[in-house]
């Protein structure tokens, strides 16, 4: 997801976005412990996903 996308969401927009996220993510280490993942790259870029939308909200917030 681009940052332009992220920045012209509303925060309860972004909340759920980071739920679902973390949900993903949640699954995708279950699943690389039962040897399912095929793109072990995967979970960096969740997290990072998560981090720049985390970033967003703040900035957000503190605006």
Do not use: S, Y
């Not at 992220?6 to 040897?35: C, M, S, V, W, Y």
């Not at 993942?37 to 995967?42: A, D, I, P, R, S």
């Not at 939308?53 to 917030?61: D, F, G, H, P, R």
Request: proline share 2%.
């Amino acid at each position: 997801m681009k940052t332009k996308d992220i920045i012209n969401k509303t925060p309860a927009d972004l909340n759920q976005l980071i739920a679902t996220k973390r949900e993903i993510l949640r699954t995708f280490r279950f699943g690389k412990a039962g040897a399912k993942t095929k793109n072990v790259k995967e979970g960096r870029a969740i997290r990072k996903e998560i981090a720049q939308i985390m970033t967003v909200l703040t900035q957000k917030k503190n605006a």
